[in-house]
């Protein structure tokens, strides 16, 4: 229902624009949100935008990244800028009907995902 798109291999400093397209309607999903795996690591949390207007970042990618939603394209963005190597990972989207009055940011949260897309910096 989820499939994300445009990861590739950047130099650091560099940037890219994930977007993750809705099967159905995006407007559907109250919160919606980034993760990413790294080689070797769980899977963490990077960023959720929900409709109360709520985002929440990780520390390390805050005023690098921004989560983006646009309904009427059925589609979550991310975009990312001073790329490092530390963010190489696969990044997924996730989505969730539920209301939530805080800002969900645990993989548990979240009941539909995207398959992934790699983002690869190169130092």
């Known amino acids: 229902q989820l499939q994300a798109s445009g990861g590739g291999l950047v130099q650091a400093g560099g940037s890219l624009r994930l977007s993750c397209a809705a099967s159905?309607?995006?407007?559907?999903?109250?919160?919606m949100a980034w993760f990413r795996q790294a080689p070797g690591k769980e899977r963490e949390f990077v960023a959720t935008?929900?409709?109360?207007?709520?985002?929440l970042y990780t520390d390390s990618v805050k005023g690098r990244f921004f989560i983006s939603r646009d309904n009427a394209k059925n589609t979550l963005y991310l975009q990312m800028n001073s790329l490092k190597p530390e963010d190489t990972a696969v990044y997924y989207c996730?989505?969730?009907?539920?209301?939530?009055?805080?800002?969900?940011?645990?993989?548990?949260?979240?009941?539909?995902w995207g398959q992934g897309t790699q983002v690869t910096v190169s130092s």
């Open positions: 996730a989505a969730d009907p539920r209301y939530y009055s805080g800002t969900p940011d645990r993989s548990d949260e979240f009941g539909v």
């Open positions: 159905g309607r995006t407007s559907s999903y109250y919160c």
């Open positions: 935008t929900c409709w109360s207007g709520r985002m």
